[in-house]
């Protein structure tokens, strides 16, 4: 990880489906979104061929240019579905013995040899019993290199580079001391992650999101994508004579991974004080409704409510806020 004592901070989450930056200033702990943008484009994680580098690096720099913004300061986010995460308790060990203690526990949970990844870890809490807990993150060097091949072709110095669960409860939960599972429906995939005491305790990805939606309306209605989009976004759950049952079982399946997890954590004696809705297909009508038999109160993020920001502009920021949470949590992490 890299720091920097910079005030501005842009962050950059480069998802599945679109590009999102959010530049945000501190002073005296007031945060301020100075600008932000948003674009349809992609990078592809398994696609390292230049041409596909250059591609994005055009893409973020028009973005960047056209959002008016003003630092080349960034913390950027690496891809879920590319970094592997776990946490781990460790006995009582000195600092020096920490490195190599980390190193040796990855090996039974990171899928590549040690010498293709680049880890990275940080003390979530020291326990009654002595052992310490880690929150644990391995990244492919391949693509590492990518990212920032990408960010020195655009001329961005970047700050950090850290895992999109660490942006999310850093934009939407901050100083809540509770028990949360955060599901965020992205694009192509659904990520569950279990906060507790601000900390990320669990992560798991499902390879569904709302573009798995939007297609099986497509096919049942016999429609285009851009028109099942917007079935998608005027009627969602709440119009079952007009939006197909075949996309229940898609919210049925990422439920279940959600009950799962709440198994999970209440075999531990105990249970989550909510459970938060997040990401680009968070606000499908009905989409609370559906958890509302899960035993906890079913929230919306806000990641506009840590921020300021002229008060004329929140209906045009509010319409985009749950696709920026993780590009805000990124540009706070330096303040």
Known sequence: MFFSSKKSILGIDIGTTNIKIAQITSKDNVHTLETYGLV??????????????????????????????????????????????????LPPLKDNELKSAIEFEAKKY?????????????????????????????????????????????????????????????????????SILIIDVGAKSTHLNIVENGNLLLTRNIPMGGDTITQKIAESLKISLVRAEQFKKD?????????????????????????????????????????????GTANLPGLNEFFSDMDAKIVNGDPLSKLTFPADLKPVISQYAENLSVAIGLALRAH
């Open 40 to 89: 349809n484009a992609a990078f592809d994680i398994d696609e390292t061929k230049e041409e596909s580098i250059a591609k994005t690096v055009l893409i973020l720099k028009n973005l960047i240019e056209k959002s008016g913004v003003s630092t080349n300061k960034i913390v950027a986010s690496l891809p879920n579905s590319a970094v592997f995460t776990s946490v781990i308790d």
């Open 110 to 178: 990171v899928p590549l040899p040690i010498t293709e990844m680049t880890l990275s870890w940080s003390i979530i809490e020291k326990m009654p019993d002595g052992k310490t807990r880690i929150l644990l993150t391995a990244v492919p060097n391949s693509i590492l290199r990518s990212y920032l091949k990408i960010f020195q072709q655009a001329k961005l110095e970047p700050v950090a580079l850290e895992i999109e669960a660490l942006a999310l409860i850093r934009a939407l939960i901050g100083d809540d001391k509770g």
């Open 235 to 279: 009627f969602g759950l709440t119009q079952s004579n007009l939006i197909p049952e075949n996309i229940k079982p898609i919210l049925a399946n990422i439920k279940s991974e959600a009950k799962q997890l709440q198994g999970i954590y209440q075999a531990r004696g105990k249970k989550f004080d909510k459970i938060m809705i997040v990401g």
